[in-house]
């Protein structure tokens, strides 16, 4: 194995190491090379208790509420007519229904009409009920 020297100083110094060296060409020189190895470990720095629970609420809803009567009202006319009369039909929010009769000369009597009427009501009903819901709650644990 070669002793290696180490030069230190001026520049004359340099020059004459550059010289010794270059005399010596089986010389080797040794290259060092660092190496950066990382690991890495896994500390506890804390814990959370995590807890659900169902909330129960009640809730006032006001809610529209419809509702319809009918009204039948017959109409008595008694008058003789010639032709057939009209089917059912709708005037306005009116059903009107003829009826009828024959007689023994064979001569239609309109005897009496019904009206059907529905009158539509709307009120507002209160309704009660109970509204469930989740909450959660997440507390951190200080103390390992």
Known sequence: MKDWKIFTGTEQNLNTRNQETAQ?????IPVV??????????????????SKKVVTEPVNVSVPVIQEDVVVEKKAFNQYINT??????????????????EILVKQLVLVEEIHITKRRTETSANVQENLRKEEVTVNRITNL
């Open 84 to 101: 057939p009369p009209p089917g059912v039909r709708q005037e306005g929010d009116t059903t009107i229904i003829s009826v009828v009769k």
């Open 24 to 28: 010596t060409s089986d010389s080797v």
């Open 33 to 50: 090379q660092e190496e950066l190895h990382v690991d890495k470990k896994q500390i506890e720095t804390g814990k959370v208790h995590v």
